[in-house]
């Protein structure tokens, strides 16, 4: 009788452990897409990422590098200062969008160029994400609002 109910609990043991590892793998298998990265543009030409993986470049919009393309797509740089790097967005830009201005993309670098599947752009007068306010700052253009 004690062996059935020792048993029993082993089975259960390995049960909840099995159940545990196929849900981790699940949960870290869902995320893979949604885990991006950030980069300054002078570390995507340092280290040019996989035309395959997306990821996050932020830093200001180089002024007069902004082109609007036929429909939707518009093109300009992104600069932390160090470096620039060409991007491409087909669809509608936020309305703070403008030259000099901070902005992150989420995209991949294929060919030399960042094709960007969303922009954001920052929302008030004196927002900008915490990691391009960090890469200007290496780069000596960053100005205190």
């Known amino acids: 009788m004690k062996s059935l109910k020792k ?4 089975q259960v043991i ?21 885990i991006n990265f950030f980069r300054a543009p002078s570390q ?3 280290e040019p990422p996989a035309p395959t993986e997306v990821f996050r470049i932020g830093g200001l919009v180089e002024e007069g ?10 093109r300009f740089s992104v600069t932390d200062g ?5 991007v491409v967005f087909a669809g509608v830009l936020p309305d703070l969008f403008s030259e000099n201005e901070g902005m992150v993309g989420t995209g991949r670098y294929i060919n030399g160029v960042f094709e960007a599947s969303e922009i954001l752009a920052k929302h008030d007068e004196t927002y900008m994400p915490a990691e391009v306010v960090d890469a200007l700052k290496e780069q000596g253009v960053y100005k205190e609002p």
């Open 7 to 10: 048993q029993r609990r082993i």
């Open 65 to 74: 590098s902004i082109v609007r393309g036929q429909g939707a797509e518009v």
């Open 44 to 46: 995507v030409l340092a």
């Open 14 to 34: 390995a049960l909840a452990i099995v159940a545990l590892t196929v849900s981790t793998a699940l949960i870290g298998y869902a995320m893979r897409d949604g």
């Open 82 to 86: 160090g470096a620039s790097v060409p």
